[in-house]
């Protein structure tokens, strides 16, 4: 594993989302890390929402659904605007 320096003009924005213990160090790794890194991520994410699945049953399916929809909506918003 190689390491990175992060710039030196970072926006306040990365500097809070950075500290933040646990979001923040996967965060600034698939910003600044290894090409593959956001694969990773995303296997977790779906790791996660499995766990979920099969803790909480038929909730634990669909409420994580429903807690993106505004993130879904923002990047269709995004998209559409070019």
Not at 7 to 33: C, H, N, Q, W
Not at 36 to 46: D, E, K, Q, S, V
Not at 57 to 62: A, C, K, S, T
Request: hydrophobic residues 55%.
């Amino acid at each position: 594993m190689a390491a990175y320096a992060l710039p030196e003009d970072l926006s306040p924005t990365e500097r809070v989302m950075f500290k933040v213990p646990f979001l923040g160090r996967m965060a600034k790794e698939i910003a600044y890390g290894d090409a593959h890194n956001i694969y990773y991520a995303l296997g977790a994410f779906l790791s996660a929402w499995a766990s979920l699945v099969l803790l909480f049953g038929l909730p634990g399916l669909y409420l994580p659904a429903v807690a993106l929809v505004p993130v879904v909506w923002t990047l269709l918003i995004l998209v559409s605007r070019g």
